[in-house]
């Protein structure tokens, strides 16, 4: 009888899913004591993790262990040559929050488009203002709306970092808005995106110079760690903004705080930090025009039960034999 670990809470259909399947033995890690926990890796033949780190440590503690079962996509915290030396598969639960972060991203394009922000402000500063203040409003000058007001994405060009799962959506959709799309992915068959109008370029720091809007979607790697650094991000149009909700350390923080500050990009939005939390010193936390959130473009109540239910699949296929092989992520040589 095959012994499923779930590292952290997830939503209670997964759970439900796990324990319907005759035969697996289910052990909610999340009220376990550390001996108790220790003594259930050492039993476990799959995990189900959502942030629990999967290191070569993880891995001696866990001899038993034949899969990985991510509650996601990302597998940051999963040492991928360690689970290939222990024969490990790692499996992810994909599409299952891909339009969480699609919404997510285009709720970023959109508020960096237009002041929602200086406008919410606004209008909240309406009640605390005195009977002569209101008197002295016209319908053109209220809730900073003679701050300037703001811009269409219609006919701006957007540059999609990564044409995969998240990307070619966000890619779709900015389009249906009227924007112009390139793309940069050395590794996406063109004939599809080509076929939806989007221009693909060679050379990211040439697309980069072409872009007013720009957007990540693509896995933290060797190849992508610190892609868009100090150079890259001058390179940029001026005026321009820039969007990831795709991995912490794909951007230099401290290199977009600098261009945020001296007015280089109109604006950012950033979901994901190289270190998360990030630290109370953190130069975005203070910089201008940035939308910061915590990690959350996933974070719905859709996606969170997607994730969990697809990861639970996951789990159950795997035992039974038949794990869709596109959900099984590649392994390195």
Same mark, same amino acid.
């Given at each position: 009888? =095959?012994?499923?670990?779930?590292?952290?809470?997830?939503?209670?259909?997964?759970?439900?899913?796990?324990?319907?399947? =005759?035969?697996?033995?289910?052990?909610?890690?999340?009220?376990?004591?550390?001996?108790?926990?220790?003594?259930?890796?050492?039993?476990?033949?799959?995990?189900?993790?959502?942030?629990?780190?999967?290191?070569?440590?993880?891995?001696?503690?866990?001899?038993?262990?034949?899969?990985?079962?991510?509650?996601?996509?990302?597998?940051?915290?999963?040492?991928?040559?360690?689970?290939?030396?222990?024969?490990?598969?790692?499996?992810?639960?994909?599409?299952?929050?891909?339009?969480?972060?699609?919404?997510?991203?285009?709720?970023?394009?959109?508020?960096?488009?237009?002041?929602?922000?200086?406008?919410?402000?606004?209008?909240?500063?309406?009640?605390?203002?005195?009977?002569?203040?209101?008197?002295?409003?016209?319908? $053109?000058?209220?809730?900073?709306?003679?701050?300037?007001?703001?811009?269409?994405?219609?006919?701006?060009?957007?540059?999609?970092?990564?044409?995969?799962?998240?990307?070619?959506?966000? $890619?779709?959709?900015?389009? $249906?808005?009227?924007?112009?799309?390139?793309?940069?992915? =050395?590794?996406?068959?063109?004939?599809?995106?080509?076929?939806?109008?989007?221009?693909?370029?060679?050379?990211?720091?040439?697309?980069?110079?072409?872009?007013?809007?720009?957007?990540?979607?693509?896995?933290?790697?060797?190849?992508?760690?610190?892609?868009?650094?100090?150079?890259?991000?001058?390179?940029?149009?001026?005026?321009?903004?820039?969007?990831?909700?795709?991995?912490?350390?794909?951007?230099?923080?401290?290199?977009?705080?600098?261009?945020?500050?001296?007015?280089?990009?109109?604006?950012?939005?950033?979901?994901?930090?190289?270190?998360?939390?990030?630290?109370?010193?953190?130069?975005?936390?203070?910089?201008?025009?940035?939308?910061?959130?915590?990690?959350?473009?996933?974070?719905?109540?859709?996606?969170?039960?997607?994730?969990?239910?697809?990861? $639970?699949?996951?789990?159950?296929?795997?035992?039974?034999?038949?794990?869709?092989?596109?959900?099984?992520?590649?392994?390195?040589?």
């Amino acid at each position: 009888m =095959p012994t499923v670990l779930v590292t952290e809470p997830i939503h209670p259909d997964g759970l439900a899913l796990l324990r319907a399947r =005759p035969g697996v033995d289910v052990i909610d890690g999340g009220s376990l004591d550390a001996p108790a926990f220790a003594a259930a890796e050492a039993r476990a033949d799959g995990v189900l993790i959502r942030f629990h780190r999967c290191d070569d440590a993880f891995f001696a503690r866990a001899p038993r262990l034949r899969i990985v079962a991510r509650h996601g996509v990302g597998v940051d915290n999963v040492d991928l040559h360690a689970a290939r030396r222990r024969g490990v598969t790692v499996a992810i639960a994909a599409n299952a929050n891909t339009q969480s972060v699609v919404e997510h991203t285009l709720w970023m394009l959109l508020s960096l488009a237009k002041p929602f922000d200086r406008w919410r402000r606004g209008m909240a500063e309406l009640p605390r203002r005195s009977p002569a203040e209101l008197a002295a409003l016209t319908p $053109a000058r209220y809730a900073s709306r003679d701050e300037g007001p703001g811009g269409e994405l219609s006919g701006k060009t957007l540059l999609v970092i990564g044409l995969g799962r998240i990307g070619s959506v966000v $890619a779709r959709h900015a389009s $249906a808005l009227g924007m112009r799309v390139r793309v940069v992915d =050395p590794y996406v068959d063109r004939t599809a995106g080509e076929r939806e109008g989007y221009r693909f370029m060679d050379s990211l720091d040439e697309a980069l110079a072409q872009a007013d809007y720009v957007t990540l979607h693509c896995p933290r790697n060797e190849e992508t760690l610190g892609m868009i650094g100090r150079e890259r991000l001058a390179r940029m149009r001026q005026g321009a903004a820039l969007v990831n909700c795709a991995r912490g350390g794909l951007v230099d923080e401290i290199a977009l705080s600098d261009a945020l500050r001296s007015a280089h990009l109109s604006g950012a939005g950033v979901d994901v930090f190289d270190v998360e939390p990030p630290p109370a010193d953190h130069p975005l936390l203070t910089a201008p025009n940035v939308l910061l959130t915590p990690h959350a473009a996933a974070a719905t109540r859709e996606a969170a039960r997607r994730m969990a239910t697809g990861a $639970a699949q996951n789990l159950v296929d795997f035992f039974d034999g038949r794990l869709d092989p596109s959900m099984v992520y590649p392994l390195p040589p």
